[in-house]
């Protein structure tokens, strides 16, 4: 009987788990040698050639161009 009660708290700290580590900073470098933290994973959008990204010093959602980004890599947190 006790195994059911722990079932639901395992699955609760699990998620939790994987949830925050989804969200970790990456550092985003330019071409002209600046460097970009943003909050969680830039997308890259192929049609448009643009990456946006959450800017983790502002917390607006901003857009870059994809010729100007050197790198992005992940942070450790």
Do not use: W
Request: aromatic letters at 4%.
């Amino acid at each position: 009987m006790q195994k059911k009660y722990l079932i639901a708290p395992i699955l609760a700290a699990s998620a939790l788990m994987f949830v925050s580590g989804c969200s970790s900073n990456q550092a985003v470098k330019t071409s002209d040698g600046g460097t970009i933290v943003t909050d969680g994973k830039p997308e890259v959008d192929s049609d448009t050639g643009l990456v946006s990204y959450e800017n983790a010093e502002t917390g607006k959602t901003e857009q870059i161009n994809q010729n100007e980004v050197k790198s992005m890599s992940e942070l450790d947190n």
